[in-house]
């Protein structure tokens, strides 16, 4: 308590004042608090199925994915915006990936690098829950991440629905990507940057197969 007391003085000292935003089925967390997140561990119930967390801090997301409540809750879909993740952060999140509850993850702007990725994708490679997994606007995926990203398509039979746009993955590695995606049936949409377009189009063979699955953008 005293070092959640401490970080929300330092927050405040910056003018960063944070703000949980409860509905009846979600509750959105924006820059919280370590004192914030702990309420909201103490408060979230079953009815909640949604956990957005917003331009957080490593200590406060942390606390958040650390807590086993989590564990317990039916939680539909996790979102995680602007908020860094640390090797531990990605540790507790892959565990809750393993508990198989989660149907859809969202880990946006700025949030994860290819370490992170690599650990989730490992995570999710026998996953038979998470349908929907958002990757976008993190431009610390790059191509170092790409195998493992296609080995996941080899091997999990659950995602549908795929966002990886806005990433530093290099068109070698989307043609690897459609390599493997030509062989998994069951993704129905995938996001990729529209800068690999022209080229994926002229140079993967089997393209037509599967261009009704690609979204460009």
């Not at 829950?129 to 296609?150: Q, V």
């Not at 530093?168 to 129905?188: A, F, M, P, Q």
Request: neutral net charge.
């Amino acid at each position: 308590m005293i070092s959640a007391l401490r970080e929300d003085k330092e927050q405040y000292d910056k003018g960063i004042a944070g703000k949980v935003d409860w509905n009846r089925n979600r509750v959105i967390l924006n820059s919280p608090s370590l004192a914030q997140c702990n309420e909201v561990i103490s408060n979230i119930t079953d009815n909640h199925k949604k956990i957005g967390l917003h331009s957080s801090s490593t200590n406060s997301t942390l606390s958040l994915l650390s807590s086993s409540k989590l564990y317990t809750l039916n939680l539909r879909r996790l979102e995680i915006y602007g908020s860094p993740l640390t090797n531990d952060c990605i540790q507790h999140l892959c565990k809750l990936l393993t508990n198989e509850t989660l149907p859809e993850l969202v880990i946006r702007y700025h949030s994860i690098s290819d370490r992170g990725v690599i650990n989730i994708y490992e995570a999710l490679e026998h996953n038979s829950t998470l349908i929907l997994l958002s990757l976008s606007d993190n431009p610390l995926i790059t191509s170092s991440s790409a195998e493992a990203f296609s080995h996941l398509l080899d091997n999990n039979s659950s995602l549908k629905i795929i966002y990886l746009s806005y990433t530093s993955l290099s068109t070698e590695s989307i043609l690897l990507i459609l390599k493997s995606l030509s062989c998994n049936t069951n993704v129905t949409k995938i996001w990729l940057d529209l800068r690999h377009k022209e080229t994926c189009i002229k140079t993967f063979p089997d393209y037509h197969l599967i261009e009704g699955r690609i979204n460009w953008g």
